[in-house]
């Protein structure tokens, strides 16, 4: 799989927006970009994913740049609950599924 | 739907000893999973992907004699972590394939090992 870098933590207010940024300048035109998060001593679970076009869902959205080479994972407003690792991960499946390696994440804390 | 379930949630055991580790898909077919293993303040590292009816395939450094995996049906992996020693204590996680949905995997909740 491709390589992907994320700040290591982040900080944000309670009920503001929080940008996650991922780059991965290395990704090839069949990758998949998929975000996962982790609260504490819990499995990772799965967030949103996208291969082009932005992404919006109930948890997230996914803002992809146009060239692909980076990302953004936007939480809307930031709750205590959304503390957790989150994790960019690049996916190719055009040789049908394969095993998901993670990087470090990045480590969000919510501030009351 | 796309449910793992992962037990124990947490187990202590004696240096020496062997510990099993179930991960169950409940709602679906899992012909492939993965086995991680995540120390503290560390991110998840793949130490199996473990096939249905067949041998599992280890990452480079993994022990395949002491982490035996078996998955022996299309809704059961096991891991057992043999001759268990204070250095195997960590977090384990499974994860299975669960479809196009939910980014097409699905993770267990975790099991805490602790080797006293």
């Known amino acids: 799989d491709a390589k992907t870098t994320q700040p290591n933590s982040m900080e944000s207010n309670e009920e503001e927006p929080v940008h996650l940024p991922c780059n991965h300048s290395?990704?090839?035109?069949?990758?998949?970009i998929h975000w996962y998060r982790q609260l504490p001593s819990q499995g990772p679970e799965y967030v949103i994913h996208g291969l082009t076009s932005n992404v919006n869902n109930r948890m997230a959205s996914l803002a992809i740049a146009e060239d692909r080479k980076s990302s953004t994972l936007i939480l809307h407003r930031a709750t205590l609950r959304d503390a957790a690792v989150y994790y960019c991960?690049?996916?190719?499946?055009?040789?049908?599924?394969?095993?998901?390696?993670f990087g470090t994440g990045t480590k969000l804390q919510v501030i009351p | 739907g796309a449910v793992v379930s992962q037990h124990p949630s947490w187990v202590i055991c004696k240096s020496g000893t062997s510990v099993k580790i179930e991960c169950r898909s409940l709602?679906?077919?899992?012909?492939?999973m993965f086995w991680y293993r995540q120390f503290p303040k560390q991110s998840l590292m793949l130490m199996a992907t473990?096939?249905?009816?067949?041998?599992?395939?280890?990452e480079q450094g993994v022990e395949k004699d002491k982490f035996l995996i078996n998955h022996a049906s299309l809704t059961l992996s096991t891991l057992t972590v043999t001759s268990a020693h204070p250095e195997d204590s960590s977090f384990y996680i499974c994860?299975?394939?669960?479809?196009?949905?939910?980014?097409?995997?699905?993770f267990g909740s975790g099991t805490r090992l602790t080797v006293v």
């Open positions: 991960i690049l996916r190719n499946l055009a040789g049908g599924y394969q095993k998901v390696t």
């Open positions: 290395t990704i090839s035109g069949t990758d998949y």
């Open positions: 994860s299975a394939r669960s479809g196009q949905g939910k980014g097409g995997y699905t």
């Open positions: 709602d679906f077919q899992a012909t492939t």
């Open positions: 473990s096939n249905e009816g067949s041998k599992a395939t280890y």
